[in-house]
């Protein structure tokens, strides 16, 4: 199985300011179909994950555009250009490039 | 509006069994392909099963295999979870999910707890 590997497992954020999150798997999630399999989902407190990013790069449909994913192969990174009291939450990449689909751990992320 | 309602989780104990269900709406249920997701108590996400729009085809997560059964109906546009010889492993709240393009999880439900203590 592909693992999925998230740092860091928590960080702490200043409203306004930049945050970042890494997430590296043990293969490679580009496919020669040039897509990277690879998605962030965001669950914020007491509520179901939702989609942020899909296939690397891609903002889902409502997503501010202070959220950006970049990366290739195996490793990413999951941007958050001024970050808000509604970014707060745990954010998980998941990679779709085999079965079974695998997440990473987590990174939670609250305001100082 | 997409809307993933599920239902039928409960207190149940080791080597039970318990059917989980999901009513859709809002979107032409025959043409996706779905998803169960669980989350343990405190816990990460993780994948369960899949099935394909047609239910011709279905995949499962390794440790689940053979103890779990994922169906649809696309007449009732429902999906359903079979959970058979539940183990205090399975805790867990289990999430409906829609697989989008290239298998991202773009709507879910709010899901429905297992619990799974003798």
């Known amino acids: 199985d592909i693992v999925m590997t998230q740092s860091p497992f928590h960080l702490p954020v200043t409203p306004g300011e930049p945050a970042s999150i890494s997430c590296r798997s043990t293969q490679s999630l580009l496919h020669r179909n040039g897509y990277n399999y690879l998605d962030w989902y965001l669950q914020r407190p007491g509520q179901s994950p939702q989609l942020v990013i899909y296939?690397?790069?891609n903002r889902a449909s409502g997503v501010p555009d202070r959220f950006s994913g970049s990366g290739s192969g195996t490793d990413f990174t999951l941007k958050i250009s001024r970050v808000e009291a509604e970014d707060v939450g745990v954010y998980y990449c998941?990679?779709?490039?085999?079965?079974?689909?695998?997440f990473g751990q987590g990174t939670k992320v609250e305001i100082k | 509006e997409v809307q993933l309602v599920e239902s039928g989780g409960a207190l149940v104990q080791p080597g039970e069994s318990l059917r989980l269900s999901c009513a859709a709406s809002?979107?032409?249920?025959?043409?996706?392909?779905m998803a169960w997701v669980r989350q343990a108590p405190g816990k990460g996400l993780e994948w369960v099963a899949t099935?394909?729009?047609?239910?011709?085809?279905?995949y499962y997560l390794g440790s689940v295999r053979g103890r779990v059964s994922i169906s649809r109906d696309n007449v009732k546009t429902s999906l359903y979870l079979q959970l058979n010889s539940l183990r205090a492993e399975d805790t867990a709240r289990y999430y409906c999910v829609r697989v989008a393009h290239e298998w991202v999880l773009d709507n879910w439900g709010q899901g429905t707890l297992v619990a799974v203590s003798s």
């Open positions: 809002g979107f032409t249920f025959s043409i996706y392909w």
């Open positions: 296939l690397g790069s």
């Open positions: 099935i394909k729009p047609d239910g011709t085809e279905e």
């Open positions: 998941k990679q779709a490039f085999e079965s079974p689909w695998t």
